[in-house]
Structure formats: C-alpha cells, structure tokens
C-alpha cells in the first residue's frame, strides 16, 4: 500500500514540476511586460511536455577526459535525494508515519552536497568546478542557520515527526509567534535550492551556468527536476512549519502555491547579490540571530519546566 501511494504522489510531484516551470516562466513574463509561452496548446499548457521530451531526444555529450562513470551517476543521485525527500510529505491515511522526519531532512540536505561537488569535479572543466565549489559553500553555510531555524519550532512541538504541526498549529500558526524567524527560514529556503537573488551555481553572467554547464539530454533534465522538486518540498516544510500545516484543508495546497510564486517573484524582481554579502548574511546575521532566539526559547523552556 505505501510503495502505490508513494508511485502515486511521486507521478504527481514529477507532473508538478513541469507546471511550476510554466507558472515560472508565465510569471517572469509578465513582470517583464512580455507574453511567456503561449502556443502550443491552450496558453501553452503544453509547452512543458514538450520542452521535457525535446531534453530527453537531444544528443547525450560526454565531456573529453571526464571521469565518466561519476558524471553519469551524480545526476541520478541528485535525483533519487529529491525522492527521498518526498517520503516526508505527511500522509494522514496511516500508511506510514515517519517519527524522525526533520533529521531524515537533514540528512537528505546534507547528501546533496556530494551530488553538486562531484558533478562539477567530475566534468573536468574549470568553469563546472569553480561553480561546484562555490555552490557547496553557500549550501553548508546556510545549511547551520536552518538547522538552528528548525531547532526553534522543534522547541514549540517536542517532536520530529511533521504531522505534529498540524496538531500543535491548531489555533495558532507559528508565523505570528516567530515572524523574524519566518523571512530568515525563506531566505535560507533560497539559498538552499540556489534561488534568486543567491543563484550563484548558476550565474549566467560569470560561470556559464555554473556546475551544470557540461551536462546536455537527460543527465540536464535530472538535475532540473531535482532542483525544482526540492523548490516545491521547501515550500511545502514552510506551509508545514509556519503557515497552519491543515492537511484536511485545500488551503494548503493554495498555500504552497503562494510559496512557489514567491520564489518566482524574488527572481523576477531583484538583483543577485554579491557571493562575500552573501557568506556575511549567513553567518553574521542568520546564525547569531536564530542562536540567540533558541537561547532564549530554551531559557523559557527551562522556567517554566523548573
């Protein structure tokens, strides 16, 4: 039963995908005055399948001296990370109840790190390694800050598993009683998925797309589907953990809806950032901040228990 359910949300989630690449690129049309796609099928709805099946045609390129066997695979691992992810969503049927979910989270963060180092040492090209590395940098710096970000709300549930949310924010959504702690989450949310105005992996202007830039056909394809899986997974722990997490409700779908055009928006609307304000955001502002906020729950935690 939960291998069918989860085959059946994995088919949803990849359909997803293809339509927040539409929404995006609608939405980055018409902040820049312009029409998006809008021919093929009605308002291009079908532009998505097709842009899918024309990256899985095209001519797979391996680059010269590449270690071969790492290149191939880093994609495929990138991939299978983003559907471990989804094994989180909280199912509320009982077909499986995950006690230790935020650590798994973490975990799964984490490995995705070694996806992006190898895949761009791997292409043996300059241009994917220095976009590699400095991709690792911004995600295992603002990976400290989530985890502080996550250790907050844990305080207010004494628990791991998500469907806890829900039951805790019952009256009372934890946006209002930690509404600093919300903008620096979704902040964080952009860093980790290389987001706008923090997408330097894939700075056009300066690193020719960063660690990506030697993948053509379906090794491309995964790594785009890894990306904006992870996008929708991270809107999807923000709803959970700050904005009411009410499985029973269609709200929550139009809620993370709302999450996914925020990202559109920032990327839409502002610049990027400069790499050293970046690492200086992290660690001189998100992390103090969250530190000291989890001092001072923990504080009143132990007032009230002692």
């Not at 998006?36 to 842009?51: H, R």
């Not at 995705?112 to 180092?117: A, K, L, S």
């Not at 394809?221 to 009411?244: D, H, K, Q, R």
């Not at 920032?266 to 530190?291: A, C, Q």
């Amino acid at each position: 039963m939960f291998m069918l359910i989860y085959m059946l949300e994995m088919i949803c989630i990849l359909i997803c995908v293809s339509f927040v690449t539409l929404l995006e690129r609608k939405v980055l049309g018409y902040i820049q005055i312009r029409k998006g796609p809008n021919k093929l099928g009605f308002m291009g709805i079908l532009q998505p399948f097709s842009d899918g099946i024309k990256l899985f045609f095209k001519e797979s390129m391996l680059p010269y001296k590449s270690n071969s066997l790492i290149y191939y695979f880093c994609p495929i691992f990138l991939l299978f990370l983003s559907f471990c992810l989804w094994m989180l969503f909280p199912i509320l049927v009982n077909v499986i109840n995950f006690d230790y979910g935020i650590l798994f989270f973490m975990v799964c963060t984490g490995m995705g790190v070694y996806g992006i180092m190898l895949s761009g040492w791997s292409s043996n090209s300059n241009y994917a390694l220095l976009g590699s590395l400095r991709s690792v940098a911004q995600v295992i710096s603002y990976e400290v800050s989530m985890i502080m970000i996550m250790l907050c709300t844990i305080i207010f549930i004494f628990s791991y598993n998500l469907l806890d949310y829900m039951y805790y924010q019952n009256m009372c959504w934890f946006m209002y009683m930690n509404f600093p702690l919300f903008f620096c989450w979704f902040s964080s949310c952009l860093a980790e998925t290389n987001r706008s105005p923090f997408d330097f992996a894939e700075g056009e202007s300066e690193l020719v797309s960063g660690f990506n830039v030697e993948y053509s056909s379906g090794g491309f394809a995964f790594i785009f589907l890894s990306e904006y899986m992870n996008i929708i997974f991270m809107s999807m722990l923000t709803v959970i953990m700050f904005l009411g997490c009410d499985l029973w409700s269609f709200l929550f779908y139009v809620k993370i809806v709302l999450i996914i055009f925020w990202f559109i928006w920032i990327r839409g609307v502002l610049p990027r950032f400069r790499y050293d304000k970046l690492m200086y955001l992290s660690w001189k502002l998100f992390l103090p901040f969250s530190l000291n906020l989890l001092l001072f729950y923990l504080g009143i935690l132990g007032y009230m228990l002692y």
